[in-house]
């Protein structure tokens, strides 16, 4: 694991509650593609069902962490695109099971008009940086 430095509020910039502002740290640099709520076989997990598309979601996450030799403890940048902010806190529930609230990354959150397909109510990517 390498040694990340979180800035949760740089002077003169409002604290943030739910992110890291700041996240830095040396290493291999991970990049995680936007992951959908598709469990091993490609079927969608939790029609309609913001909680079991975000578990989904973040299991799907800590698996690509794995494949890359990385943990939660790694990741620097989280993207949450979501066809709809309400879904937000099913979001961050699920995101608790698996980073500590003093462990947060940076994150950011865009509500999208659609993903790619009109079922999935949100895509997250992860950014990571691994000790070489």
């Known amino acids: 694991m390498t040694e990340l430095t ?3 509020a740089p002077d003169g910039v409002a604290p943030a509650a739910q992110y890291s502002h700041v996240v830095m740290g040396t290493g291999r640099f991970v ?3 936007g992951q959908l709520p598709l469990d ?5 997990v939790g029609r309609d069902d913001p909680s079991a598309q975000a578990h989904q979601v973040f299991a799907n996450l800590r698996r690509c962490l794995t494949a890359a ?3 939660w403890d790694d990741v620097v940048k989280l ?7 309400s879904h ?6 699920a995101r608790a099971a698996h980073l500590a609230d003093d462990r947060l990354p940076a ?3 865009v509500q999208v008009a659609a993903l ?3 079922e999935f109510l949100m895509e997250i990517e992860a950014f990571a940086v691994v000790a070489p």
Do not use: K, Q
Not at 40 to 44: K, R, T
Not at 79 to 85: A, C, E, F, I, M
Not at 88 to 93: G, S
């Open 6 to 8: 979180r800035i949760p």
């Open 31 to 33: 990049a995680i593609s």
């Open 40 to 44: 091993e076989s490609g079927a969608l």
């Open 69 to 71: 030799g990385a943990t």
């Open 79 to 85: 993207t949450y695109y979501v066809t709809d902010v």
């Open 88 to 93: 937000l806190p099913a979001i961050r529930a």
């Open 107 to 109: 994150a950011s959150a």
């Open 116 to 118: 790619v397909r009109p």
